[in-house]
Every structure is written in C-alpha cells, then in structure tokens.
C-alpha cells in the first residue's frame, strides 16, 4: 500500500469570504461549475487496495480536485501576483507563465502581476536583476519563442531574503514554476511565510523534462521531448541501417530516470537497445551490451542504442561526487564514454563498424511546447491561478488519476518517481527491442 500514508491536507491562509468573479459575465454565469474542497480524486486507483483498506477500517487518501472555488480569500482589486521559473529550461515555461497572467487578468481581474527575473536570484537585492511587469500584451507573443521569458537560474538562495522581498513587493501569491530543488525551495518559503504570520500563498507547477516528479503522473515538457526524441530516432537508425555494421547512438534526458529513453523508443520502434538508470547493464561478458550489439551486428549489419543521460554511471570511477549549483550530482558523459568503448571493442575485434552519435538533449530543452504540452500547460496555469485565488499554499498542482489536483508539497518535494524494472513500461520496452537482460 505505496499510498496508504501520505498526509493529502492542503493548507489554507483563512476563510474564502469573497464571492468568485470568474464567472459572472454580462450575460451571467459562464457554462462551467466551481469545484468543491470535497471532490476528491482517489490516489490508489486499483480497487484491491481500495477495498482492502476499508476492510481494515482506514481511509483512502485521496487528491482535491483542482479548479475554481465559489469563494476566494483574495480581494482581486487590491491583490499582488509574482510568478518565478527556476532550473533548467523546459518547453512549455511560456505556455504556464501567459495561462497564469491571462486567467489572473481576465478571470479574476487581478492587474498587478509581476516577473521575477532569473530565478530566485530575482528576490535578492545583491544580484540587481529587474522585475517585469507582466499583463496580456507581454505575454500574448511568447507561445513560439521556448525558453523563459522570464529567464532562470540554478542554486540555492537565502529564504529569509526572498521572504523579505515578497513583503516589500506586498505580494499575495508567489508561483514557482521548476523542478525538484524550486519545489524544496518553495515549501521552506512557505514554512518562513507561515512562521512570520503573513498571508501569501506559495503555488507550485512542477517542471523536469524528465517526468520524475513523485506522485505527478505527466509534467509539462515530456510530451515535446518524446515527440523531439522520436526524430532523433529516425534519425540515428537511418543513419545505421545506411552503412555495413552501422550503429545509431543517441543520449537523452533522463538524470535518475529513464522515462523520456523508455516513451520515445517504444514511439519509434527501431531501437534495439535502450539503457536507463533503473535497470543494471554490463559491458563486457557474454551477456553484456557489448556482445549484445556484435550479436546484432552479424544478424541485421545495423544497430540502434537510446541511453538515458544517468544510465551506466558505476562505469565511472570517482571518491568524491561533483555536484551543481543547485546540490544535482554532476554526471558523466554516459554518451560520449559508451561511444569511445564501443569503437574501441570492434578494433580490438578488426571488425569495421560506422557509428554515429546523437546528443539532441539542449536542443529539446529549449524548443516551444508542441500542441499536446501547450494545451496541457494551459490546464496547470489556469487551475494553479484558481488555487491561490481561493487561499491554498503550500501545494503544486498536478495531474494523476486523468484529473488535475492539488498535491501537498511535502507529500512530492525532495522524492522521485522511477521506471519499475518490474513495471509494464519496462517489460513493453523489454518486448519491443528485445534486448533481454544485459548483465552477466
């Protein structure tokens, strides 16, 4: 019972008093309903479990349902708004920073929006960075051109320094839009914000490219990243199947997890071995990758490899682990190191090979959000507008069950969602390369 213990309670600043402008028009009410704190989205959606805890007399822990409340805690009228993009880029950044300013300005007629520049460096005097007023015309153009309008940054910074600059500012909601790290950074701001007394509310919207945000079912981003993938792909095992021996290698995303390697080869069918940081691999032996690809080499004269960028790290020997500015352990290069050994293994052999290397991972990175993402990340902003509206913090919204949710920031930050080596996602890919097992 993976779920049976995380606490689902989402904190609010105080009573929602005010009654919600969203749908009021001047022909009335709009056609969609306001969503009530007691809809709730089951977490555990396989009814053995289910059932088996209210056998035993205990609760099933259970998601809010994400959307517009009847009544609100801010006064639109006199409410501040800030939203900051922290980490690395991603597609889709633009898409939730223009539903956020548009659902504020034109949903609830809040005017006073502003961005944060270059992350949480933007909340520290020291570094002088701008703050950016946002509104529908700067953000109206901004869908087509990836990145961050906003920019961003890795590292940590002083959360008594932030906190003082939100009370400066007399901001009411913070949106913090980034990964793993932001979302840590988010829950220790809103803990200095509640121990201060203030009534700002902190509202994340998870970010990695990776799609290992736990008990986040899909991020924004990993749609546009497979769909990139994919052609890298094609691109590889033309590349393969054009020369005698020939072998495709592409590197992707994928630090701790092999999601985007796992979804784009099963969404291109010509690879034939994918490696991820899930699941062991050897080299050498007779059931290592090495002879695995020399196997397939003298069956069908081409081979394509996907390797996820933190597969294969125990190849490197290293006492002391380098990490970034933001505490991430800084890899190896998986790609680059698997390119060098496989070349060197087939002249060692005299066996001619050609072989060519793929590393598309910043172009992905920074590329505009595909159709699925844009319309995607427009759910996210919007519904994370309507949760700070209504006076909830300390939370990201995210999507599981098919429904988007309100999901506790201290039930996700700081733990990571994994490919089950045992899982159906592994085994399909399992199938489809047929690889088998690569260890000894």
């Known amino acids: ?206 970010k990695t490219i990776d799609n290992d945000i736990y008990l986040v079912a899909r991020s924004f981003g990993f749609d546009t990243a497979v769909d990139v993938a994919t052609q890298a792909i094609i691109g590889a095992h033309n590349e393969a199947e054009g020369y005698p021996n020939g072998i495709g290698l592409i590197k992707l995303m994928g630090r701790h997890s092999g999601f985007i390697a796992a979804t784009a080869s099963l969404a291109q069918q010509d690879v034939n071995f994918v490696l991820i940081p899930e699941v062991d691999i050897n080299l050498e032996g007779p059931n290592g990758l090495l002879n695995a690809i020399e196997k397939r080499l003298q069956e069908r004269k081409h081979a394509v490899i996907v390797v996820a960028e933190g597969a294969g790290q125990k190849f490197f020997e290293e006492k002391e682990q380098r990490r970034d500015a933001s505490g991430n352990i800084k890899l190896h290069d998986i790609g680059q190191f698997l390119k060098d050994r496989i070349l060197s293994y087939f002249n060692e052999k005299n066996i001619e090979v050609s072989l060519k290397y793929i590393d598309p991972s910043y172009m992905i990175r920074s590329l505009p959000a595909n159709p699925n993402d844009s319309v995607f990340c427009g759910f996210l902003g919007r519904d994370a507008v309507h949760a700070g509206m209504a006076g909830k913090t300390k939370l990201i919204v995210g999507h599981w069950n098919n429904h988007f949710v309100h999901v506790p920031l201290e039930a996700s930050a700081g733990k990571r969602k994994q490919i089950s080596p045992n899982g159906k996602l592994w085994s399909t890919v399992l199938e489809s390369t047929g690889q088998g097992s690569l260890m000894k």
């Open 1 to 206: 019972m993976e779920f049976a213990n995380i606490n689902t309670i989402i904190p609010t600043l105080g009573d929602a008093k005010i009654p919600s402008p969203i749908q009021k028009d001047k022909k009335g009410a709009l056609p969609h309903s306001f969503v009530s704190d007691s809809q709730k989205i089951l977490i555990d959606a396989n009814m053995e479990n289910t059932v088996s805890l209210i056998k035993k007399g205990g609760e099933c822990p259970s998601f809010e349902l994400a959307g517009p409340r009847e009544k609100i805690f801010f006064d639109p009228s006199k409410l501040k708004c800030a939203l900051v993009t922290c980490g690395g880029l991603c597609p889709g950044l633009n898409d939730i920073i223009r539903s956020i300013v548009l659902e504020l300005f034109y949903g609830y007629g809040v005017t006073n929006i502003y961005g944060i520049k270059y992350g949480l460096q933007g909340f520290i005097p020291s570094y002088g960075h701008d703050i950016m007023e946002l509104n529908p015309a700067s953000v109206g153009n901004i869908l087509d051109m990836g990145g961050s309008v906003l920019g961003s940054s890795r590292g940590p910074q002083d959360i008594e320094e932030i906190v003082d600059c939100l009370t400066r500012l007399n901001i009411g909601i913070l949106f913090m839009i980034g990964g793993d790290g932001t979302l840590i950074a988010a829950s220790k701001i809103t803990d200095s914000i509640m121990k201060r007394g203030l009534k700002i509310s902190i509202v994340g919207i998870p």
